[in-house]
């Protein structure tokens, strides 16, 4: 068996990005590249499962089993941690099988997950008992991991993201699927601090009670402020369109960094709008959690 510590990566680099709205605004701006930890790993995906894999192998259970869509980066990390850590890998695909697998699902299935389609109706009560129930029926033993990850140690987890950055900073940013990374954010910051997060589907508004729902889960506390943007969204999730591509074409020609087009092009994109509002204050220090998310790029064109 390997020691805990074989769950924990390099820890994420900070890069300082310099741009005349920047110098204009007087706002200084850090992405922290949780994307570079690790070629497979890395993200914030990675964060909400460490403490799953290590309440796995201490409850003796060598099977992982979770739920995603067909080009969900939650699939793809638990896939890679499985191959890495030494478990068994099941994947619970919402809708049906295709004859050629997408770049996800084929990387999974070369780790060596399982996968497993799931109609949209019986999907959608993949959480009830008795299709928790015919799971195990189907698969014996294993340790439930939830759809993207979400559950009480995937906030723990996140919240450990935030606390391990050393540098002093004002507000921190991350694109919100689900909401369960800014939960976690929002509880590992000091009370000066501010968590803003932006929506990648349309109708982001739930998102202010999901987190709040997340936030209970967790025995952390914090005063810090945080909130949701929710008009960067494009039209909704995975949803883009010439203007956001364009905008991802410049990230990285101007900074070197690749944005994936669902999560982090969308927060840049709305991060840049607001400083170009003037919603910072003159000296203020921002984080942008660059979340990874990248695999999902290959796949981007026949979504
Ligand atoms: C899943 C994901 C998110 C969103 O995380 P939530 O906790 O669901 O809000 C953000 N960025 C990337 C790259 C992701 O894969």
Known sequence: MLPDS??????????????ELLIAADIELLVRREDLIDAELGGNKWHKLKHNLHAARQQGCHT??????????????????????????????????????????SFARDCGMQLHYLDRDTYREKNSAAVIQQLHELFGDFYLIPEGGNNALAVQGCCEMVRAIDQPFDFICCACGTGATLAGISL????????????????????????????????????????VETDYHFGGYAKINSELIGFMDFFKNEFSIELDAVYTAKMFYGLFALIKQGRFKPGSRIIALHSGGLQGNAGFKDH
């Open 6 to 19: 074989s769950f924990a990566l390099k820890p994420a680099p900070l890069q300082q990005l310099h741009a």
């Open 64 to 105: 992982l089993l979770t739920f995603g869509g067909a080009y969900s980066n939650h699939i793809y990390a638990t896939a890679a941690a499985g191959k890495r850590f030494g478990f068994d890998t099941i994947g619970i695909i919402r809708g049906e099988a295709h004859a050629k697998l997408n770049p996800t699902l």
């Open 188 to 227: 590992g910051l000091k009370p000066e601090q501010q968590a803003i997060g932006f929506a990648v589907l349309k109708g982001g508004e739930f998102l202010h009670h999901e987190i709040l729902r997340m936030r209970a889960l967790s025995t952390e506390k914090s005063r810090s402020l945080w909130g």
